[in-house]
């Protein structure tokens, strides 16, 4: 048969319906142990540390979704991103990071790994000439995000691979924002692409999650392998229900990222919003990378008020349908204040240096009506203004 359509193997792609029982959803191996026939037989499964049936479904789906043999599940976006760097890197090792990284990765880079002798450095991986002078030093890693979260900078992969691979270093693109519907990282010449499933593959904030997916089968063995020594796969239930999100994946990215198009325009054109991130606004300085390689904008908009922190923190207390929230890629709209919440961990010289003022807000989109969410947003930026 020919390779479905996305759409298609989103649906289909954790396998189904069940051989013993025909059960069209898939079943939860809620089990620690699995029974072996005899000794000396090797089990499909054992411990659900190592491996689990419903995690094993899946991670088919995921390695489908991204064209590639196999996909490792994890407890959190958190854990996926440690089990890669435990596995990639030891002591006296060098990481190359883009600057505007979500704030759990810098945390862990700084906080966990920088004690254990692993060495870092933040640069704008939107620069292909400071990516290659940050590579002309001995690396093992080049960790890019695009967009980055939450100001929606791009890399150009495929430059950013091509002077990694030159450099010996592997390259690992955190494509939670795009996901396979909007964007395919290994096939722009990444090497591994890591996702925190909590986010649009659940996409019901049910579960939290990651997931890394590699082509190279030694290096994912490798994965499985540090993985099943700290324990940090994925727990059946939480898989379970991250298979019912995916069976509505790109639906519900291509809706909303469609709707998050008209609400930056909206921003965009409000007469108090000073600066708009946005990859498909023909205003975002980077737009023409965007169109080359994502399918569309995806479903985040990051804006800043005229009032700066004093009226965000206005807007986020005046906010009706919209949630206040730290988490992203849901059904539901939420809105997060970057500085206090996502980034909090960073110090705020360097959220300035990477275009995060302590104003900025960021929407992740929703399943609502595009109208709906734009009035909240309008009268949330109303209520945000100091009466004279």
């Not at 000439?129 to 100001?151: G, K, R």
């Amino acid at each position: 048969m020919r390779p479905f359509d996305l759409s298609t193997e989103s649906v289909h792609g954790a396998g189904g319906p069940e051989p013993e029982t025909g059960s069209v959803l898939q079943p939860i191996f809620q089990s620690t142990t699995f029974a072996r026939a005899s000794l000396g037989t090797e089990p499909a499964f054992s411990y659900s540390r190592v491996s689990n049936p419903t995690v094993s479904a899946l991670e088919s789906a995921i390695a489908k979704l991204e064209d590639a043999p196999r996909a490792l599940c994890f407890g959190t976006g958190m854990a996926a991103t440690t089990t890669l760097c435990l596995s990639l890197l030891k002591s006296g090792d060098r990481v190359v990071a883009g600057d505007a990284v979500y704030g759990g990765t810098y945390r862990l880079l700084n906080e966990v790994l920088a004690p254990l002798g692993i060495r870092y450095e933040f640069v704008d991986t939107s620069n292909l000439t400071i990516v290659e002078q940050a590579l002309a030093e001995p690396t093992q890693l080049l960790i890019l995000e695009s967009p980055a979260n939450p100001t929606l900078k791009l890399a150009d992969i495929a430059a950013c691979s091509k002077l990694a691979h030159a450099a010996g270093a592997r390259v690992v693109v955190d494509n939670t924002f795009m996901t396979p519907v909007l964007q395919r990282p290994l096939d722009l010449g990444a090497d591994i692409v890591l996702h925190s499933t909590t986010k649009y593959m659940d996409g019901h904030n049910a579960t939290v999650g990651g997931a890394l997916i590699t082509r190279d089968e030694a290096l994912t063995d490798r994965l499985a392998e540090t993985r099943k020594s700290i324990g940090t796969i994925q727990a059946p239930f939480e898989a379970w229900l991250t298979i019912q999100g995916l069976k509505t994946l790109t639906m519900r990215v291509t809706r909303q990222s469609d709707s998050a198009f008209e609400v930056a325009r909206f921003l965009d054109a409000h007469p108090r919003v000073v600066h708009v991130d946005y990859p498909f606004l023909d205003t975002f300085p980077q737009v023409a990378l965007a169109r080359s390689q994502q399918a569309a904008g995806g479903a985040i908009v990051s804006f800043v008020l005229d009032g700066g922190y004093d009226a965000g923190v206005r807007l986020a207390g005046a906010l009706g349908m919209c949630h206040l929230a730290e988490n992203l890629g849901a059904a539901e709209t939420l809105v997060t204040h970057p500085a206090s919440m996502t980034h909090a961990a960073m110090p705020p010289e360097h959220r300035e240096a990477i275009g995060l003022p302590d104003g900025m807000l960021r929407v992740s989109v929703g399943l609502e009506r595009p109208a709906d969410i734009i009035a909240d947003l309008e009268q949330a930026i109303a209520a945000s203004e100091v009466p004279e």
